[in-house]
């Protein structure tokens, strides 16, 4: 994004951010985008990942994407998208696909829409154009839809993925897995 917004508005998250010393939008984005990967103790608290100084995809954005409402920063959407996460796209998983003896499982990855553009600012090293061409579906969220909303989104979507494929995985069977490739990318 070219153009820089200055944080104004009163509210408590850009209060928050602004006691970091953070004063416009593209400074936001690049101290975002700079904290660790890591789930924070309350998926619903968007502030966590300012005073937590870490977050995920989902509580990342869903931060960035309120603090640009309530600041009046235009073209900002907040998407998520699942995408095939395989060991290649999603290296940081390790091996638990190939040691289950599976080529991909959907994952729900949340990022923004800026101007259209997708952008992941999930880190430093994110590189949306790893992911980009195995993305199954995208849906557009507000930031209150980044916690139980979008675990039922992405449970259904697998669901619903296992019997379109006659899979002989039981679901449980794939979240745990998930879960696993999901602690490997933490850590």
């Not at 900002?76 to 080529?103: A, D, F, Q, V």
């Not at 959907?106 to 880190?123: M, V």
């Not at 061409?133 to 259904?156: G, M, S, T």
């Not at 019997?163 to 979240?175: A, T, V, Y």
């Amino acid at each position: 994004m070219n153009t820089d917004y200055k944080l104004t508005s009163k509210d408590k998250l850009t209060e928050l951010a602004k006691s970091k010393g953070i004063e416009t939008w593209n400074e936001l984005t690049e101290f975002i985008k700079k904290l660790p990967y890591g789930r924070n103790k309350n998926r619903t608290d968007f502030e966590l990942v300012l005073s937590e100084q870490k977050g995920t995809c989902s509580s990342k954005h869903a931060l960035l994407k309120s603090i640009a409402d309530l600041n009046n920063v235009p073209n900002i959407e907040l998407i998520i998208g699942i995408y095939r996460m395989t060991e290649s796209n999603t290296p940081k998983i390790g091996t638990e696909l190939t040691n289950n003896s599976i080529e991909f499982i959907p994952e729900a990855h949340c990022y923004l829409k800026i101007n259209g553009k997708r952008t992941d600012l999930t880190s430093g090293q994110s590189e949306f154009m790893k992911i980009e061409k195995d993305i199954i579906k995208e849906k557009l969220i507000e930031p209150n839809q980044v916690a139980e909303f979008k675990i039922d989104y992405h449970k259904k979507f697998i669901e619903n993925w296992l019997k379109e494929n006659n899979s002989e995985f039981e679901f449980d069977q794939i979240w745990k897995i998930r879960e696993k490739c999901i602690t490997n990318l933490t850590e």
